[in-house]
């Protein structure tokens, strides 16, 4: 028996020690790979790429150009490319949504064909105060009142439901004060009614919805 326990003693202390140093390589390798993904993501993080950024306050079918934007650099890693660069920035684009001052600008979800463009801008002026909160880029609802006759005017109701201030000219001179003319932009389709009732002497207000506006 002693013989026997003799000879399987350097048969497993071989196959110990193989078994331990592979283990030992294997932590090794584990450790050097997990080191080279975080130095990898870390680099990839401070990687910065030039992307576009609004210069002022941009509405829905205005043109863009360079002078309405900025150059900046900013750490996007995987979102890179969803962003406007001077490459996608080619012929004539309008913004098809609100991009507000300093906003990155998203290289397909802001910019558009003029010729695809499903809004249009309209001035008309509010018969009552337009509060101080509005400025170009508020998105308003328009309400119109019908006139009846010279002085009385039917129930106000939704002209536009989703018109986005392109500008605002207060004249705080008249009596009573809070008149002004606002440029809209309005959807196409409301063009024709926001029209008639300007033309037949509709008392026009402009109210902010509810959470827009500065």
């Known amino acids: ?69 900025r150059v900046v650099d900013v750490a996007l890693g995987s979102l890179a490319g969803t962003y406007l660069t001077a490459e996608d920035l080619e012929g004539t684009q309008v913004a098809t949504r609100t991009i507000e001052a300093g906003e990155l600008v998203p290289a397909a979800a802001s910019v558009g064909d003029p010729a695809a463009a499903r809004t249009t801008s309209v001035v008309v002026r509010s018969a009552v105060d337009v509060p101080a909160s509005v400025e170009a880029g508020t998105v308003v609802e328009l309400w119109s009142a019908p006139l009846l006759e010279q002085g009385a005017y039917d129930e106000p109701r939704i002209l536009v439901a989703d018109a986005t ?41 402009i109210v902010p919805t509810t959470g827009t506006g500065s």
Do not use: C, K, N
């Not at 705080?172 to 309005?186: K, R």
């Open 1 to 69: 028996m002693g013989a026997m326990t003799a000879h399987s003693d350097p048969v497993r202390t071989p196959r110990r020690a193989f078994w331990g140093d592979a283990r030992f390589f294997l932590g090794v390798l584990l450790v050097a790979a997990s080191v080279a993904g975080v130095w990898l993501v870390v680099s990839a993080a401070r990687q910065t790429v030039p992307v576009y950024a609004a210069a002022h306050t941009i509405v829905p079918g205005e043109a863009i150009g360079t002078g309405d934007l």
């Open 165 to 205: 201030v392109v500008s605002v000219t207060r004249d705080d001179s008249m009596i009573g004060g809070g008149a002004a003319a606002l440029e809209l932009v309005i959807p196409r389709a409301d063009v024709a009614a926001t029209l008639a009732a300007m033309a037949d002497e509709s008392a026009l207000s």
